[in-house]
């Protein structure tokens, strides 16, 4: 336990210094070492809450360039946004049941894992952002949606985190010692993965491969199943936006917007149709406190 107040003294007295970067990464280092340390073995969901029928959604606090520091939670809130559901944010670091964030609750009950709570309020709430698709589509549609989820993400993660470094770290003002922690961290789950046992060079090309593969179904349609954003959307936006808005190393850090400037235009149409006030759900570098 001492060792859980020391690094939580220690995060908490950065952060005091830093009130606009209490973003993704030390919610996440906070949370997860007083979750594995303090607080195992015990019901830590901390569901609030809320006016009836209005789904919660538990994220990372607001960050620096995108309204979250994780894809999912972009691609879990986009979808809140484009069908229309009632909801309302806690960034109050509730990692869900499975240790991991985003997740919702609804009258009560909780459901982790974006996909699944997708999934859970198309079925509760008789949702369907794909209803225009034939079955064909659909099926085409969940395996872009499995590439961006399960294929893409570790390649974000491996240039995030741990290519060049400190490179991109440092950029969001993020103390080495957090960095450490959070590197030494993923570099095990890559590599358990698989992910991170590639080269960079191999890792580069699989992303370009996904993104050449994004780039191929948008063709010359608004949004990539047609003419109305689906929920392969969502998640293709939400890992889009990292790139896009938050890649700052020399290889991803403008790679969409020279190499694929279909899928930059489509990144600005999808942040256009669910995200009207994005300016205000970021902190603009860490320089201000996102107001929403």
Same mark, same amino acid.
């Given at each position: 336990?001492?060792?859980?107040?020391?690094?939580?003294?220690?995060?908490?007295?950065?952060?005091?210094?830093?009130?606009? #970067?209490?973003?993704?990464?030390?919610?996440?280092?906070? =949370? %997860?070492? @007083?979750?594995? &340390?303090?607080? !195992?073995?015990?019901?830590?969901?901390?569901?609030?809450?809320?006016?009836?029928?209005?789904?919660?959604?538990?994220?990372?606090?607001?960050?620096?360039?995108?309204?979250?520091?994780?894809?999912?939670?972009?691609?879990?809130?986009?979808?809140?946004?484009?069908?229309?559901?009632?909801?309302?944010?806690?960034?109050?670091?509730?990692?869900?049941?499975?240790?991991?964030?985003?997740?919702?609750?609804?009258?009560?009950?909780?459901?982790?894992?974006?996909?699944?709570?997708?999934?859970?309020?198309?079925?509760?709430?008789?949702?369907?952002?794909?209803?225009?698709?034939?079955?064909?589509?659909?099926?085409?549609?969940?395996?872009?949606?499995?590439?961006?989820?399960?294929?893409?993400?570790?390649?974000? #993660?491996?240039?995030?985190?741990?290519?060049?470094?400190? =490179? %991109?770290? @440092?950029?969001? &003002?993020?103390? !080495?010692?957090?960095?450490?922690?959070?590197?030494?961290?993923?570099?095990?789950?890559?590599?358990?993965?698989?992910?991170?046992?590639?080269?960079?060079?191999?890792?580069?090309?699989?992303?370009?491969?996904?993104?050449?593969?994004?780039?191929?179904?948008?063709?010359?349609?608004?949004?990539?199943?047609?003419?109305?954003?689906?929920?392969?959307?969502?998640?293709?936006?939400?890992?889009?936006?990292?790139?896009?808005?938050?890649?700052?190393?020399?290889?991803?850090?403008?790679?969409?917007?020279?190499?694929?400037?279909?899928?930059?235009?489509?990144?600005?149409?999808?942040?256009?149709?669910?995200?009207?006030?994005?300016?205000?759900?970021?902190?603009?570098?860490?320089?201000?406190?996102?107001?929403?």
């Amino acid at each position: 336990m001492q060792f859980v107040e020391q690094v939580t003294e220690t995060v908490t007295t950065w952060v005091s210094n830093h009130p606009y #970067v209490t973003t993704g990464v030390v919610a996440m280092t906070a =949370a %997860h070492i @007083l979750h594995r &340390v303090a607080i !195992r073995g015990k019901d830590n969901l901390g569901i609030i809450e809320a006016p009836p029928n209005t789904v919660v959604l538990y994220q990372l606090p607001r960050a620096p360039y995108t309204p979250s520091l994780t894809p999912f939670a972009v691609k879990l809130e986009t979808y809140l946004r484009l069908a229309n559901i009632p909801y309302q944010n806690d960034m109050n670091m509730k990692k869900s049941s499975k240790g991991k964030y985003p997740w919702i609750s609804y009258n009560g009950e909780a459901v982790a894992d974006s996909q699944l709570a997708m999934e859970f309020l198309n079925a509760k709430l008789r949702v369907d952002l794909n209803r225009g698709l034939t079955e064909a589509q659909r099926a085409q549609a969940h395996a872009f949606r499995v590439m961006v989820d399960e294929h893409m993400y570790w390649c974000v #993660v491996y240039f995030r985190w741990i290519y060049e470094k400190y =490179a %991109h770290c @440092l950029s969001l &003002v993020i103390p !080495r010692y957090i960095v450490y922690i959070m590197k030494r961290k993923l570099n095990k789950q890559l590599y358990a993965q698989g992910m991170g046992r590639h080269s960079t060079e191999e890792i580069t090309q699989m992303l370009v491969q996904d993104l050449q593969a994004l780039s191929a179904q948008l063709g010359d349609k608004k949004f990539l199943m047609g003419d109305n954003p689906t929920e392969v959307d969502c998640s293709a936006f939400g890992m889009l936006s990292v790139l896009v808005f938050s890649s700052h190393d020399d290889i991803t850090g403008t790679m969409v917007k020279d190499q694929f400037p279909s899928l930059y235009q489509y990144t600005m149409r999808m942040k256009e149709a669910a995200w009207p006030d994005w300016d205000e759900c970021n902190t603009k570098g860490a320089t201000v406190k996102a107001t929403k």
